[in-house]
């Protein structure tokens, strides 16, 4: 029974095309997390939701947008995709409190590769 | 100081040998430091964590030593197997604010 799962696992479009990413966690974990692998391996934190309410979003052009309708989907939409935003996308979760952090549970990524 | 840098890029071992990994960090604010492996296709996944009030975690054939006063934490990977071939990452967190600083990776290739 997969924790972290996400679909699709592989996108391939068009510059310009707009896309979506989804992910669900069966954990119970309040926080869920969206982040970017590159084509180096380099991992970098995107949004993060605790509750439904966005508490992390770093620089990221504003073409994407996460939406969490539940504790437990996080949803990643992107509009008009560009040549650099091919990388694999991974969804994470954790039950964190307010003063320990705790484990990152990460999806199986979905690979985005954008023509 | 948000940074945590991690060497070596790569690292190739013989079977049984021992690979060391480590990372370095600035902000003495960091309270959690895992570990993550990552096969190919496959998210990351933790391998152990230590937090700042012992100084080495033991878990099977991995090891953290962890300096606080040098600001770095190393893993030991005893016994190495092919199967241990992967792309390990360090990473540090504060409590409370949900952001993990990952290292840069370093990909281990065990020869047989």
């Known amino acids: 029974d997969t924790a972290v799962s996400q679909t699709p696992k592989y996108l391939v479009t068009q510059m310009g095309n707009d896309k979506s990413i989804k992910c669900e966690q069966n954990?119970?974990?309040?926080?869920m997390y969206w982040y970017k692998q590159d084509s180096k391996k380099f991992l970098k934190i995107m949004f993060s939701?605790?509750?439904?309410?966005?508490?992390i979003n770093e620089t990221v052009p504003n073409r994407f947008s996460p939406k969490s309708p539940d504790k437990a989907h996080l949803n990643l939409h992107i509009n008009s995709l560009e040549l650099g935003d091919s990388a694999v996308y991974f969804c994470?979760?954790?039950?964190?409190?307010?003063?320990?952090?705790?484990?990152?549970?990460f999806g199986e990524g979905s690979r985005l590769t954008v023509l | 100081q948000q940074q945590v840098k991690q060497s070596p890029q790569s690292l190739i071992v013989q079977k049984g040998g021992i690979s060391i990994i480590n990372c370095a960090y600035e902000?003495?604010?960091?309270?959690?430091f895992p570990w993550y492996q990552q096969f190919p296709g496959k998210g990351p996944a933790l391998l152990i964590a230590?937090?700042?009030?012992?100084s080495e975690k033991k878990e099977g054939r991995f090891t953290i030593s962890f300096n606080k006063s040098a600001k770095q934490f190393s893993l030991h990977i005893m016994d190495s197997q092919p199967g241990d071939s992967a792309t390990y990452f360090c990473?540090?967190?504060?409590?409370?604010?949900?952001?993990?600083?990952f290292g840069t990776g370093t990909r281990l290739k065990v020869l047989a």
């Open positions: 990473a540090a967190s504060i409590g409370g604010t949900y952001k993990y600083i």
């Open positions: 954990l119970g974990h309040d926080t």
């Open positions: 994470a979760s954790s039950q964190s409190d307010r003063v320990i952090a705790g484990e990152l549970f």
């Open positions: 230590i937090r700042p009030d012992v």
């Open positions: 939701y605790n509750n439904k309410e966005l508490i």
């Open positions: 902000n003495t604010a960091f309270d959690y």
